[in-house]
């Protein structure tokens, strides 16, 4: 069985994207009456919570322009709504790390969730810049010499990087658009509340982050602001992160209407990991694949 973050069919949204469409009332979120048993209370109350739930996802998902919605049709009758991310690629200019005027450029993608972080850090004065590729795919995670690397024989060197596997996958799972989806994915495990008058949503990942719970901040705007993460393995600190997001824009050189932030700023267990300004977003689903070396098929499969 494939390990993955979320099914498939989650990235056409479908079924819950096409609920989404159902126009929000103040008479679509159930009140709870006092005077009623609990046993017709309790699916009142829920059927508040999905309602708030949906509306809040929506305007999430609307907000960063994600979704493209089609309101065609004859009465009650729509297309459902079509997810319009899924692949993308980010550069950036920022500190990462220690380094400071490092290069960072990703490629990603929702279906198989995959991600490739290219990294150029300049080095001292007279040495030669410091380029490093790392990659994840599903359970799989490996360092590359090139892209490309280790799929064709005299073609680079892929290291197979097991450890970094869920800390790697994470990464695209606290992107904006990955929390829309990842909380969508979740369905009713999804919860909506209100801290210091702003909406926080909150969720738990699944497949090998199974142990992962995430709570996003959204803006006046609907936008993630905040991105918080916790492992219930204490020892994994690496999975504890907190990532800010903010100055959001279309920064296409193409125009999308989907919003990406423009300056994005990442602890991992309370230290300093990025902090970096966006140049540009290539957001109109790139060609983009992540094949797997044979060779880390094999580490992985020897649990190496």
């Not at 089609?70 to 997810?83: E, F, K, R, V």
């Not at 030669?128 to 995670?141: D, G, S």
């Not at 296409?252 to 932030?261: A, F, H, M, Q, R």
């Amino acid at each position: 069985m494939r390990a993955q973050i979320m099914p498939s069919k989650i990235w056409m949204l479908a079924a819950m994207l096409a609920a989404m469409l159902t126009p929000m009332s103040h008479s679509a979120v159930a009140q709870t009456d006092k005077s009623k048993p609990a046993s017709e209370t309790a699916p009142a109350a829920a059927s508040g919570d999905a309602a708030n739930r949906t509306k809040v996802l929506r305007a999430a998902a609307d907000a960063l322009g994600m979704v493209r919605w089609s309101d065609i049709g004859a009465g009650p009758i729509h297309l459902p709504g079509i997810d319009a991310v899924n692949t993308m690629e980010i550069r950036a200019t920022g500190t990462v790390g220690q380094s400071a005027d490092a290069e960072y450029h990703v490629a990603l993608a929702y279906n198989p969730p995959a991600m490739r972080v290219e990294i150029t850090r300049k080095a001292a004065a007279g040495g030669a810049p410091q380029h490093t590729i790392q990659t994840v795919r599903e359970k799989y995670a490996w360092n590359e010499s090139e892209i490309g690397a280790g799929l064709e024989p005299g073609k680079g060197t892929a290291t197979p990087a097991i450890a970094d596997q869920k800390e790697r996958l994470l990464q695209l799972w606290i992107l904006p658009y990955g929390v829309v989806k990842a909380a969508i994915a979740a369905g009713d495990k999804t919860a909506v509340s209100t801290e210091n008058g702003a909406t926080v949503i909150t969720f738990p990942l699944s497949g090998s982050l199974a142990d992962v719970s995430v709570k996003a901040t959204l803006d006046s705007k609907s936008l993630v602001a905040k991105v918080e993460t916790r492992s219930d393995n204490a020892a994994l600190t690496n999975l504890v992160t907190e990532t800010e997001y903010s100055d959001y824009a279309d920064h296409g050189e193409l125009l999308t209407d989907i919003k990406s932030p423009g300056h994005i700023v990442e602890k991992k267990a309370g230290r300093p990991a990025l902090d970096i300004r966006v140049k540009m977003v290539d957001a109109n689903n790139p060609y983009l694949v992540f094949p797997i070396p044979a060779n880390v098929k094999a580490a992985s499969a020897a649990g190496k």
